[in-house]
């Protein structure tokens, strides 16, 4: 039953905006570590799955490798700027 009602859910929606929810979770989840090089190593390898995730399994591919490509440049000046 559960299985059946979670591919109901699932169909709806694509593998670039699961990515996106679990960037935005896992980024709100690091939040109370208050720690700025956490951030940025989330950010760093968020980047990276964006922009390896083979295009056809998203839909609107494009704005996904973009927003890709920003990541890896924010993620590095997140983590370099953050204080040891």
Same mark, same amino acid.
């Given at each position: 039953?559960?299985?059946? /009602?979670?591919?109901?859910?699932?169909?709806?929606?694509?593998? @670039? &905006? /699961?990515?996106?929810?679990?960037?935005?979770?896992?980024?709100?989840?690091?939040?109370?570590?208050?720690? &700025?090089?956490?951030? @940025?190593?989330?950010?760093?390898?968020?980047?990276?799955? /964006?922009?390896?995730?083979?295009?056809?399994?998203?839909?609107?591919?494009?704005?996904?490798? /973009?927003?890709?490509?920003?990541?890896?440049?924010?993620?590095?000046?997140?983590?370099?700027?953050?204080? @040891?």
């Amino acid at each position: 039953m559960l299985p059946l /009602f979670i591919d109901a859910i699932l169909v709806d929606y694509h593998l @670039g &905006q /699961f990515l996106l929810l679990g960037f935005v979770l896992t980024t709100l989840g690091a939040l109370p570590l208050k720690s &700025q090089r956490v951030i @940025g190593v989330n950010t760093i390898l968020f980047g990276l799955i /964006f922009v390896l995730t083979p295009i056809s399994l998203m839909e609107s591919a494009r704005a996904y490798l /973009f927003l890709g490509l920003a990541l890896l440049v924010i993620g590095p000046m997140v983590y370099v700027t953050a204080r @040891g």
